[in-house]
């Protein structure tokens, strides 16, 4: 799983399988981002997932959100190779109104 | 769709110059961001801003200043270029929505070597 100083973290799976990736974190958070860069561009926002939400779905993504384990997952549902990207999930620090991300997860979907 | 505009998308400098990244949004969004990405590594915050005339210290303010002339600009300037801050630097901008919810739109960032 992905936050703090973690290195990126390198998934590779088959085009047709399905895959989460997980996020954890330490103190209390309300509301996670999840964000996929492709490369050679920046990261743009997929899903954002709020504690009373607990579980999202947008196409084949799906996000958990759980506060009592302080931990979020990304699923995504029959992986496509355009799915290949660096998956980053992100929140914000309760002191500070900035939002801060995990060391991300590299995914790679092989035709 | 909210647009994010860096320039130069690439920059060689040269140790000890003074290097200037410059960001433009369309957005009329209050916040702004600087960060930085190394190669394996997340995003790391810069500066940010509030709005024209703010700055605030991100996490890794040395060796940065950074500039909010106006609403749409914001720029990421370093004095004293160093190796250790070749990187690629991404601006962004924030919003709709506030606190928790701000969803931040990045620029496709700008690749800069300092040799």
């Known amino acids: 799983s992905q936050w703090g100083e973690e290195n990126l973290q390198a998934l590779s799976i088959q085009e047709g399988e399905d895959v989460t990736m997980n996020c954890s974190y330490k103190?209390?958070?309300?509301?996670v981002h999840w964000y996929r860069q492709d490369s050679g561009r920046g990261p743009a926002l997929i899903i954002l997932?709020?504690?009373?939400?607990r579980e999202k779905r947008s196409g084949r993504l799906r996000a958990t959100l759980d506060t009592s384990s302080q931990s979020s997952s990304l699923s995504i549902t029959a992986a496509q190779c355009e799915d290949t990207a660096v998956y980053f999930c992100?929140?914000?620090?309760?002191?500070?109104?900035?939002?801060?991300f995990g060391s991300g997860t590299k995914l790679t979907v092989e035709p | 769709e909210a647009a994010v505009t860096q320039s130069p998308r690439n920059k060689v400098a040269v140790t000890g110059g003074k290097v200037t990244l410059s960001c433009n949004q369309t957005?009329?969004?209050?916040?702004m961001y600087w960060y930085r990405q190394d190669t394996g590594h997340g995003l790391r915050l810069i500066h940010y801003?509030?709005?024209?005339?703010?700055?605030e210290k991100g996490d890794i303010p040395d060796g940065y200043k950074a500039s909010r002339p106006s609403q749409e600009n914001f720029s990421l300037i370093l004095e004293l270029a160093t190796p250790s801050q070749t990187s690629v630097y991404f601006c962004?901008?924030?919003?709709?929505?506030?606190?928790?919810?701000?969803?931040?739109?990045f620029g496709h960032g700008t690749k800069l070597s300092v040799l």
């Open positions: 962004a901008s924030g919003g709709p929505g506030q606190g928790a919810n701000e969803r931040l739109f």
């Open positions: 103190t209390y958070t309300t509301v």
């Open positions: 997932i709020r504690s009373n939400e």
């Open positions: 992100a929140r914000k620090m309760s002191n500070y109104n900035v939002l801060y």
């Open positions: 957005n009329n969004h209050n916040n």
């Open positions: 801003s509030y709005g024209a005339g703010s700055t």
